[in-house]
């Protein structure tokens, strides 16, 4: 973790700024048991569908996301989570610029 980010209140919207055509992503924690990692998608970004070997936990906190899994989408907005859960094929496409906190738990 960065030494910038410790015990501070951060507004976690503003800890990555959109880029044009992109997906950027900062990882914020980085333990053996998982991860905690923004991301901020522009309109018509995504990430193809993959699957992961532990449990995963999508917080929008800008903008609006396509989110599918295991074939059924769902729409989550700023304010809402999703969980993806282990294994289960998942997509992610940006229907507008949106943000992202993904909390990857390993065990």
Sequence with gaps: ??????????KVA?????????VVS???I???TGTVTIFAFDKGEG???????FDAMVQVVDGKAEI???????????????IMPANDPHALNAVERFKMVLTMIRS
């Design 26 to 28: 900062r990882e914020i």
């Design 47 to 53: 990430l193809s569908e993959h699957t992961a070997p």
């Design 1 to 10: 973790m960065s030494e910038d980010l410790k015990a501070k209140v951060l």
């Design 68 to 82: 599918i899994i295991s074939g059924k989408s769902n729409l989550v907005s700023a304010g809402e989570m999703i």
């Design 14 to 22: 503003n800890l990555m700024e959109y880029q044009e055509g992109s």
């Design 30 to 32: 980085r333990k053996e």
